[in-house]
C-alpha cells in the first residue's frame, strides 16, 4: 500500500564514553566478566514537518562530575548537521534521566516532549532513594517544571503521534514514564529505543539493564519494540558503541561522531550465546 508519511532523516550524535564491565549491564551480573564499555547519544530526525532532537544528552561540567568522558556538546554537534539549537521547536525527551536532559536549557525555543508519567515518578517519593534518585540530576528535573510553568512542556500520557511519521510509545521500566520513539524513514519504520535496551545484548538474551524500576516492564518493553519495528535491525538501542560501525557516517569526516540510521546497516547484526527470546 502506498504511503504518504513523510520519510524522515534521522542521526545519532555520540558525544560521550564510559568505561564499564559486563557485569555492570546486566541484572544478576554475567559468568563472563570483561570490558563493555558505554556510548552516549543524542538524536535527531530531520524531513516531514520539521527537526525534532530527541534527548539533549549532558554538559561538560556534568562529565567531570560523574567522571564519564566527554567527547563533545550534543547541542554545539547539531551545526555540523546545519542545524542551531536556537531553531528547533520540538525536543523529544524519552525520560529524565542525566544523560538524556542535560542541556535542555539551550533550547530557548523548544517545547518539550514527555510522558506525564515521567515527571511524575521524577518528582515523585521514589527520588529519596539514592539507588533511583542517582540518576537523575535534580536541577534538570527542577528545570522541567519551570519551563512546565511556562507552557513549554508537553505531557503525554501513552502512544501519542507528535507529527506524521513520528509517534511516541511506553516502554516502562527502566524508568516508570520511559518512551520509545519511532520514525518514519526511507527504510521504513526505525525505532528508537532509548534506554529500553541500553545494549543489543539485553534484548537479545531477555537480560535487563542494571539501573531497574520495574523489572517486568523491563521484559515487556523488549516485545513493545519488537512490535514496533519491522525488523530486528529497525531497532535502535539508547548506548549500544556498535551503532557507530554499524550505520554509514553521516559524512566521511564524521566517522564515529554522527551515524545515519535512516540508511541501511552496512555491518552484520550482532549475535549472542544467551536464553532464548521468549
Ligand atoms: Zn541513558
Known amino acids: 500500500m502506498p504511503t504518504s508519511l513523510p520519510e524522515y532523516e534521522l542521526y545519532a550524535i555520540r558525544y560521550a564514553t564510559r568505561e564499564g564491565l559486563r557485569r555492570d549491564n546486566f541484572i544478576g551480573g554475567d559468568p563472563h566478566d570483561g570490558p563493555m564499555p558505554m556510548a552516549y ?22 562529565a567531570r562530575e560523574r567522571k564519564r568522558t566527554f567527547l563533545r556538546c550534543p547541542v554545539d554537534s547539531l551545526t555540523l548537521l546545519g542545524l542551531e539549537a536556537a531553531a528547533v521547536r520540538d525536543v523529544i525527551l524519552t525520560h529524565l534521566h542525566y544523560d538524556h536532559v542535560g542541556n535542555f536549557h539551550k533550547f530557548a525555543g523548544a517545547r518539550f516532549h514527555l510522558q506525564e508519567r515521567e515527571m511524575a515518578y521524577a518528582t515523585g517519593k521514589y527520588m529519596r532513594y539514592p539507588r533511583i534518585g542517582l540518576s537523575y540530576h535534580v536541577e534538570d528535573v527542577v528545570g522541567l517544571v519551570r519551563l512546565n510553568f511556562k507552557g513549554r512542556v508537553e505531557m503525554h500520557s501513552g502512544v501519542v503521534e507528535i507529527a506524521p511519521g513520528l509517534t511516541l510509545h511506553p516502554t516502562y521500566g527502566h524508568s516508570d514514564g520511559l518512551q520509545s520513539v519511532r520514525v518514519h524513514t526511507r527504510r521504513g519504520w526505525v525505532v528508537l529505543a532509548s534506554d529500553a535496551t541500553h545494549y543489543y545484548e539485553n534484548m537479545a538474551t531477555n537480560r535487563p539493564f542494571t539501573t531497574a524500576f520495574h523489572i517486568g516492564q523491563m521484559l515487556d518493553a523488549y516485545r513493545t519494540l519488537e512490535r514496533l519495528a519491522p525488523t530486528s535491525r529497525h531497532i535502535v538501542p539508547g548506548h549500544d558503541p556498535y551503532v557507530m560501525q554499524e550505520y554509514p557516517a553521516a559524512k566521511p569526516t564524521l566517522q564515529n561522531v554522527v551515524a545515519r540510521l535512516d540508511l541501511d546497516p552496512i555491518a552484520p547484526a550482532l549475535s549472542f550465546a544467551g536464553p532464548a527470546r521468549h
Open 41 to 62: 547519544y543524542s538524536w535527531v530526525a530531520s524531513g516531514g514537518s520539521g527537526v525534532y532532537v530527541i534527548d539533549t544528552g549532558f554538559t561538560a561540567e556534568m
